[in-house]
């Protein structure tokens, strides 16, 4: 979901120093494979992995920066330790698009 939120945050933007600003996250324009980044060949963009909440976090920010609305449903592991084994949950972020 964060590089679909990247590859948004591109097509909407004008360079890659905007793109760099918005993103919070570590991006590298062109092709770059280590220290945990992948490449979107589509864009030209590489973009380093994050967990799962640092990734929420930068979703929220270009989808509240660009005024996108974002939904996304999840559900917690059924394990020792998860906050609701099982259960459900959901994160809104309302756009004005």
């Known amino acids: ?37 992948h490449y979107l060949a589509d864009i030209g963009i590489s973009v380093q992995g994050q967990s799962a909440n640092d990734a929420w976090r930068w979703i929220a920010h270009i989808a509240r920066s660009l005024g996108v609305r974002v939904q996304v449903q999840f559900s917690w592991r059924n394990k020792e330790g998860a906050a609701y084994p099982g259960e459900g949950g959901r994160f809104v972020i309302a756009g004005h698009d």
């Open 1 to 37: 979901m964060l590089d679909e939120m990247v590859r948004l945050a591109k097509a909407r933007v004008e360079n890659f120093r905007t793109l760099k600003g918005l993103a919070l996250v570590n991006i590298f324009e062109g092709k770059k494979v280590d220290d945990g980044y």
